[in-house]
């Protein structure tokens, strides 16, 4: 930079060197500090606007049917909760460009509840769908959440989450989508025979409630405690739309229980209606999320419910080979950085799944069987250059699944 002189001055105010903290010289022309910060405040304004115009482009771009078939290439199977899952985002985006009418009838959100066994697909749904959002989105896990003035996370650091994907704009996050991965863990704990409270059960569904119902909630920026003297930031949560995930383990005995199954015949006393005791998810009610320790103010803000059917072997075996982020296509392009070739036997593929069908973990399981087969030749290919092809046969799998000793991680 060449050296200032004493009639240097600001080529868009024309302050002096003297009337500034600092002024920078371009090409024969100066600028300071003063403008430099008007110049970008007015940069951050015009973007915020472009950042508008697109959320009203996609109200009219992305379709129920369109945010489905974008889901379809990379979840299997599950169509209720797309559906479920597409409506509500294309709802969503609506409420956001909502005129006031003259009859006054304002849309309400619609929060979602997604209950389904471990490893079928509720976090994946919640991370593809965030790819073709145009608003901020993030993910919550409820189980590190305790009520205010106890070791853990406040509820409201799930806003301040929600801030930081939303770059700290206010307006932008108040639009926002927020996904809470494993609310089943903060059940109510009816049998606890501890004199202690409930601190994260109980407790923490209290303070989910204001949150999620639609209020103003001082946030504060860097998450973490409250303090008397920290500055917050105020939000509005009436236009977040909330998205809860669990598992809900041991919620079908609550449904079997209200169903009067019996115990010979599959049946029900009633009326004789054939039941799919292999998926009793599909009769899930609110009354059984009360059953299993949800208190109803909550349930009565989360009015969408939806479940995820468990995962048979043609899904499973569709999982490892036909998204577009599928497992195989993943090995196959990791081995591709080393130059080498990655093909597959049929009579592998099926006995992977197989094998996760047997430990019933779901497409989780899918991952850790392949990860124990792949280990030895992920480990010594980048060292072997002379191999350009590495193809995986039915013997080899067997041999490296049995080395890695899968049996203790077996289902009772």
Not at 133 to 140: G, Q, T
């Amino acid at each position: 930079m060449a050296k200032q002189n004493k009639e240097s001055r600001c080529s868009f105010c024309h302050s002096g060197k003297h009337e500034t903290l600092m002024l920078i010289e371009g090409m024969d022309a100066f600028i300071c500090d003063k403008c430099v910060t008007q110049a970008n405040q007015l940069l951050a304004q015009e973007l915020g606007t472009k950042g508008t115009k697109n959320i009203q482009e996609a109200i009219n771009l992305l379709k129920p049917l369109e945010i489905k078939q974008h889901l379809d290439q990379y979840v299997i199977g599950q169509d209720d909760a797309k559906k479920v899952l597409s409506v509500a985002v294309y709802n969503h985006y609506k409420r956001l460009n909502q005129k006031v009418d003259k009859d006054e009838i304002e849309i309400e959100k619609s929060n979602i509840m997604l209950v389904g066994e471990t490893g079928t697909g509720k976090t994946l749904l919640a991370k593809t769908i965030a790819k073709i959002l145009h608003v901020p989105f993030c993910i919550c896990d409820a189980t590190v959440l305790t009520e205010a003035g106890y070791v853990g996370e406040d509820v409201e650091s799930i806003l301040t989450r929600l801030l930081q994907a939303a770059d700290y704009d206010v307006t932008a996050a108040e639009r926002g989508i927020v996904y809470i991965d494993e609310v089943d863990k903060v059940a109510r704990k009816s049998d606890n025979p501890s004199i202690t409270r409930d601190v994260s059960g109980e407790g923490v569904q209290q303070a989910l409630l204001k949150i999620l119902e639609g209020t103003v909630v001082n946030v504060p920026p860097q998450g973490g405690r409250k303090h008397p003297d920290q500055k917050m930031i105020p939000v509005n949560t009436n236009n977040i739309l909330f998205i809860c995930g669990g598992a809900f383990d041991g919620i079908e005995r609550k449904i079997a229980n209200r169903l009067r199954t019996q115990a010979v015949g599959y049946k029900v006393k009633k009326d004789e209606t054939v039941l799919d005791l292999k998926n009793l998810y599909k009769y899930i009610t609110p009354q059984d999320l009360k059953s299993f320790g949800l208190i109803p103010e909550l349930i009565g803000r989360i009015p969408v419910l939806s479940h995820l059917n468990p995962l048979d072997k043609e899904s499973l075996r569709n999982i490892l080979t036909a998204p577009k982020n599928s497992l195989i296509k993943q090995y196959v392009k990791l081995f591709a950085y080393e130059d080498v070739k990655l093909t597959f036997d049929e009579d592998v593929l099926n006995f992977i799944v197989d094998k996760a069908m047997e430990y019933k973990l779901g497409a989780r399981g899918l991952r850790s069987i392949c990860e124990a087969i792949m280990l030895d030749a992920m480990f010594d290919t980048p060292t072997q250059t002379d191999v350009r092809e590495l193809h995986i046969n039915l013997d080899y799998a067997i041999e490296k699944f049995e080395k890695a000793d899968f049996k203790k991680l077996q289902a009772a």
